[in-house]
Structures are given as C-alpha cells and as structure tokens.
C-alpha cells in the first residue's frame, strides 16, 4: 500500500518517477484526486518553497521538485476535470511590452502553480490588448504583470489601465526589479511583491481581501 | 582555434592600464597604454521611448554629455570614454539612436574644442533579436535594423562599435535556472560561438570601413545572469563561477573575427580574453553598484583599461545629475590606479594585488577572474582542439581552482556550495568527445521550438 505521506515525501525530495508510479497507485486505491493534491502535492511545495525562503536550497532544486509535481499533476488533472473540481484559483501572468525579462516571472508563475493555481502564462513582450483578450477568455481571478526596465513601467501602468477597463473581476499584482509598493499604489494594482517567494503569499492575501 | 598561444602568459603581465596592443583614439587616448581611464556610462529615467518623448530624451542626453564631460575636464581627467548603450526602440528604429550618437558626438567634440578634454565614444546597440520569439537569428527587421546602428554610429564617429549580443540565449536561462551544465555549454560554445561567428563578420568589416574599431562582445546575458541569480541566492555561486569561465570561450570569437578593443564593460570574462589576445578592456566594479550589486567590486579594476559604471539614470542625486557623479567616482578611482602605476611597476602590482587580495578570498566568481586564475583559463582555453572543448576544459580548470582553493583555505565555500562542484564534475565527465556526438545528443534533448536550427548551423531533426 502506497501512502499520501510517500508522495509527498517524493515530490519534496524531486523523484518524478516515484511521484508517478505513486501517484498512479493512490488513484487505483481509489483516493480522491482532490485530496492527493491538497494533502501531498501543494504541502510538498509548501515545505520546498519554505526551505527557498530560507536559502536552504537553490532554485535547480526547487525545480526538480516542481517537475515532480507536475509529472504527478499530469495524472490527477485529468480525474479533477472528470469529477467537475476546478482549481481554486486561476491566474494569468505575462511580462509586459517591451520588456523581454522573464527569469522573475517564471519563478512567480512555478510558485503559484507549486501553490494550486491554474496558471496561464502569457510570456514575455505582451502587449495591453493580448493581456485583455486572454482575460476575456480565461476569466481569471489574479493577473500579474513583470516589468524590468524602467522604459517599460509606462508600458505597465497602461497594462494595468486596460485590463481593469475590462470591468471583469480580478485582483492585479505586479512586480520586477524597478518596481514598488509606491508605483503599485500610483498605478492602481492590488498587490507588489518583491520576490518570487513571496509572491504566493501575497497572491492569497489580495485573494482574500 | 585562432588563439593557440597566450599573448599574457605571466599573471604579473596581466594589470590595470596596460595591453600588449593598445588603441589610439581621434583624440589621442592611449587605451592600455599605460594609464586606466573612465568610461562612462549611461541611461535614461522612467520615460517611454517613442516620437512624442524624443524631445525630452534629448534634452536628457545633452544634459549628460555636457554636464558630465565638464566635470570630467574640472577634474583634469586625461581622457573619458563615454558608452551609449541603447534602448531597445534606439536599435529598432535606428533614427531615434543617430539622434542620441549625434548628441554625444557634438558634446565631445565641443568638450575638445572648450576644455582640450579628449573624449570618445563607444555605441553599443541592443541585440533585438530576440523579440520574435523563436529568434530570428540571419535576417528580419531586427537584424537589418541593428546593422544599420553599427553602420551609421560608425559613419558617425562612433569610435568603438559593441554589442551584448544573444546568440543561444534561447536556451541559457533555462540552463541556469536547472542548474544544467550540459545546456550551458550548448547554449554558449556550439550555439553561441556559431552566432558570434556570424555577428562579427558583419561588424568587423563595418568597422573597417569606416576606421572604427570593432571592440568586442560580452556574455552579459549569460554570465551576468548567473551572477545576478547567485547574488539572490538562487544559484550556486560555484555554478556561476564555471558559467563565467565558459562564457570566455563565446566572447572570444569577436576577437577571433577581427574585434581589436576595448571589450565591454560588463564582461567579466575580460581578463580572460586579455592574457589571450592582449588587447585592452573595460570593466566595471564597486562603481557600478548603481546599476548591479556584484561579489568583485576592488577585483574587477586589477586588469582593467577603462573603468566603467555599467549605467545609471540620468537622476537628480544631492551631488549632481548622477551620471556626474558617476564620472566624478570615476575620474577618482582612475586617478589613485594612475597613481600608483606612476610610481613604478611595484607600485603598480602592489596596488594591482590590494585589488586582487582584498575580493579573492570571498567569493569563487572574483577569485575565477584574479590574474592568476585568468591566465590559467585562458591557458586551457587555448589548449584545446575546438570550441566544445575548450568550454569543457574551461569549466574544468574552474573547479580545479575553486577546490585547490577552498582545500589551502584560501577561498570560502559552504558546503552547500562545494556538494556542486562534484555535481558539475560528474555532468563533465558524462559529456561525448566530440562536438559533432555532443549536438546530436543535445538536438534529441533540448527544445528545438526555442530557436532555429538553421540559424545555428545545426540538423534539424525529422521527427517520424
Ligand atoms: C538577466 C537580465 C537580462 C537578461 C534577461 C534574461 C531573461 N530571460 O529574463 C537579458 C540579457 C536578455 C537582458 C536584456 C536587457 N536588459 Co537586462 N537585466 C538582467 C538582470 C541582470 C537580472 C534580471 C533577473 O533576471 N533577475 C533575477 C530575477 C529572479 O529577479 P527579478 O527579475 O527581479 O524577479 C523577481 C522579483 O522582481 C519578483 N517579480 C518579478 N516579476 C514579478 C511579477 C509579479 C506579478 C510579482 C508578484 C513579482 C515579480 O519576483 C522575482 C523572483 O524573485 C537585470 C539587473 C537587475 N538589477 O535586475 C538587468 C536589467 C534589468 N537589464 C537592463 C537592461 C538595460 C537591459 C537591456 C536594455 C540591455 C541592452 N542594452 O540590450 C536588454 C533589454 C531587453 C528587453 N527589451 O527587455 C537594465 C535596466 C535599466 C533600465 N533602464 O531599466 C538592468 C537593471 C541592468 C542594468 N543595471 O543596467 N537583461
């Protein structure tokens, strides 16, 4: 009998392989794909992004965590979709036009998706009217945008004007090397953070507000 | 390889403000001839790039020239370099950087005719490729656009011509962020060394052409990324050293194209190229932390030629506009280096090794870039048969010195740290001898939909 705590601990230490054959056989004992997410994939995360916070591990090992998650994620998405259960949150991320930064923004985007958010991500260079076209379509419930140079923070505040134009309901949070609390407030976004670690809880926190 | 030999074999050769092959200017600045001098360099603040600005810009770039060349001549500095590094819409629509080259152009030749100041400038413009994504690499707009910066600054009398060009890029920052030495070395010596091959047959007879100088490349998107990315903690510091040492083997095909100096500021593989080709280069340190923190502030001076800031916005600080201040910072740098040079060659080393001494021992990136462990991996660099090798065997000559040093003690490493260097040691030994079973290998296992293949050269595989 395989147990949640195994995956877990796979996913913790990066073994995709186990976290696969592991979770292949927790479906078949019939535990609920739900609770294999919530109780062994995100936790795993948890303790891994912690350890990052910590500078117990570097981010190649936080990754190999991340692919393990998604190898394990490859088998449950489809049973979640089966059983109607949708992610909690879903999230849309881009860096914005101009700008070809994209390092910060991928570590944002594995966080959230180490978090449980269906995460859309947009690339780099995406212009204010593809942010809102993918709004329309995705309907999500947080947007993030990535802004490096100080030439492409204008480029970020129309960002910001035209998918808020949309009048759908989502919370914005940005953020980059140049970017602030202060130039969040001035924009109109919901939420800064300074780094990819943190962008988690600060995603949860506008989420609920 | 080109280089079969080093032109600075001895490390005690390898030191501020002179190169086996100096460069004279218009103006008659001797660079690495003896005497270290400032480069200066720039950037705008919080603005959009587009016609309607273009009056403020202006005003933004005359203000830096004048304000910043008057100081220069207050302070008597023997002679300044300025960098007009572009933004991205200056190389995409090459009249919006002609505007800013002529600025610069007029403020330096009226800073000569005012002060006698002799100036020159360096236009490096923005490698854009990478815009479209995969890359274009050979053709586009792009490409046609930055040729016709080169030309025109050239034509101009932008006396050194430079790029921080992206060649493999497309697979680099996934290589560091994996930790992925095999990527690595496919991104910089087989992707990369192809693209500079290319890139600098087309800058270097523009160069020509016009009686410029083609200066050189860096592998900033490569080894300063891993930098900024060990500095956060994010990657070992140990990786990035081993990163750097390689990227020499990328930036040296300018040089092996025909590029003559000065290499660019943020280089830090410079002292590398430098005991191989022996010609000068610009490097930039503690006094560029306006633009990035880095872990070789005093050690990045040992062997410079020019000594840069890297870039700061044109803002208001207490002092000045900060780009003044900036030149003002490094006119003083300068000054204490010349100083000591004046005094003799002891002199000189002494000082030569403060700078080295006082950073070493800290941090394994400083130590990979000292005189000495320059000229060790320039020796392996040159050694080899072929590019892949040459990266191989600069990597190896990396972990060899992070060890012995970190075993005599000379060299602080957690153990966090030093658990990579037998990770990296091991990926090294698993890699085929030659090129040609490496890029079959590597085309199986990497991305292809990140870039062309046949902008690189290389098969494309027919998927059944
Ligand atoms: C790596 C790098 C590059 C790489 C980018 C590789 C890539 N795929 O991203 C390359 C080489 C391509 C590059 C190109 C350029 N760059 Co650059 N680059 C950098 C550098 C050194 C590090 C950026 C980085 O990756 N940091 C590591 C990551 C992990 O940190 P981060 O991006 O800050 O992200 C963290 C947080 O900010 C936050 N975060 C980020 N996004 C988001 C989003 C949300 C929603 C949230 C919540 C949080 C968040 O979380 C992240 C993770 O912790 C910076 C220096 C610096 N001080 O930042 C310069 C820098 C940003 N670049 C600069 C410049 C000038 C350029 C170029 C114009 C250079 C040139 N002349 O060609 C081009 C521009 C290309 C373009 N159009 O975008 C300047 C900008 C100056 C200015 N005027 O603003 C800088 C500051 C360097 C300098 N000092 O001069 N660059």
């Known amino acids: 009998m395989s147990n949640i705590e195994d995956l877990r601990t796979a996913v913790i230490s990066g073994k995709r392989k186990d976290a696969k054959v592991l979770t292949t056989a927790l479906l078949e004992q019939g535990i609920a794909p739900e609770r294999l997410l919530e109780d062994a994939l995100i936790p795993a995360m948890t303790v891994v992004g912690d350890k990052f916070k910590r500078n117990e591990v570097f981010v190649p090992e936080m990754l190999v965590s991340a692919r393990a998650m998604k190898e394990s994620m490859k088998l449950i998405e489809p049973k979640l979709i089966e059983a109607g259960i949708k992610p909690k949150y879903k999230a849309i991320i881009g860096t914005v036009e101009g700008d070809l930064h994209d390092i910060g923004k991928n570590l944002v985007a594995t966080m959230w998706k180490g978090a449980g958010f269906d995460v859309i991500d947009l690339g780099v260079n995406v212009t204010p009217s593809a942010f809102v076209d993918a709004i329309e379509t995705h309907e999500p419930d947080i947007v993030g945008l990535s802004a490096l140079l100080t030439t492409t923070m204008p480029a970020m505040r129309e960002t910001v004007a035209a998918v808020k134009a949309t009048g759908k309901n989502f919370k914005i949070v940005i953020g980059g090397a140049p970017v602030t609390q202060t130039y969040a407030d001035e924009v109109g976004a919901d939420g800064y953070s300074p780094d990819a670690a943190s962008a988690v809880d600060l995603a949860k926190s506008v989420l609920a507000a | ?464």
Request: glycine fraction near 6%; hydrophobic fraction near 40%.
């Open chain 2, 1 to 464: 390889m080109k280089y079969t030999s080093l032109t600075i074999s001895d490390p005690d050769q390898l030191i501020y403000g002179t190169a086996p092959h100096p460069i004279t200017t218009k103006h008659g600045m001797v660079i690495g001839g003896g005497m270290i001098y400032p480069e200066l360099n720039f950037t705008l603040p919080n603005i959009k790039i587009e016609k309607s600005s273009m009056p403020e810009i202006r005003r933004h770039y005359q203000q830096i020239v004048s304000e910043s060349l008057q100081r220069a001549a207050e302070l008597e500095s023997p002679g300044v370099v300025l960098e007009f590094e572009t933004l991205p819409p200056m190389t995409e629509f090459p009249e919006f950087g002609m505007d800013i080259v002529k600025i610069l152009l007029d403020g330096i030749e009226e800073a000569h005719g005012k002060y006698g100041l002799k100036a020159s400038l360096r236009c490096t413009p923005n490698d854009n490729r990478e815009f479209i994504r995969p890359p274009i690499m050979r053709s586009g707009r792009y490409w046609e656009a930055m040729l016709e910066l080169f030309e025109k600054s050239a034509q101009a009398g932008a006396e050194f011509l430079s790029i921080e060009s992206v060649g493999g890029k497309e697979l680099h920052d996934d290589a560091l962020v994996n930790g992925d030495l095999r990527e690595v070395i496919f991104s910089l010596c087989v992707m990369g060394v192809r693209d500079m091959k290319f890139l600098w047959d087309h800058i270097v007879p523009i160069a020509n052409k016009h009686g410029v100088y083609a200066a050189g490349d860096t592998a900033c998107g490569f080894g300063n990324t891993a930098m900024v990315l060990a500095e956060r903690q994010m990657i070992p510091k140990s990786f990035a050293t081993v990163v750097r040492a390689i990227t020499a083997v990328r930036s040296l095909v300018a040089y092996e194209c025909g590029a003559v100096g000065p290499g660019k500021d943020c280089g830090y593989e410079n002292p590398i190229l430098k005991a191989i080709t022996g010609f000068p280069m610009s490097m930039e340190g503690k006094t560029a932390a306006c633009a990035h923190l880095s872990p070789m502030g005093n050690l990045a001076a040992a062997t410079a030629d020019l000594w840069s800031n890297e870039s700061v916005q044109n803002i208001k600080l207490l002092g000045g506009m900060a780009p003044t201040c900036y030149m003002e910072q490094l006119i003083y740098d300068c000054r204490l280096f010349n100083q000591a040079s004046s005094d003799g060659p002891e002199a000189a080393l002494q000082m030569r090794n403060w700078l080295v001494k006082s950073d070493a021992s800290l941090d394994p990136q400083a130590l990979i870039i000292s005189p000495e462990s320059s000229v060790a991996i320039a020796q392996a660099i040159v050694s080899a048969d072929d590019h892949y090798s040459a990266g191989i065997a600069s990597a190896r000559e990396a972990i060899r010195i992070m060890r012995d040093s970190s075993e005599k003690g000379s060299l602080k490493m957690d153990t966090r740290e030093s658990a990579w260097l037998d990770r990296m040691e091991d990926e090294l030994d698993d890699l085929p001898d030659t090129e040609e079973e490496f890029i079959e290998e590597m085309m199986e296992d990497v991305d292809t939909d990140k870039f062309v293949p046949e902008d690189y050269e290389l098969p494309v595989l027919l998927t059944v």
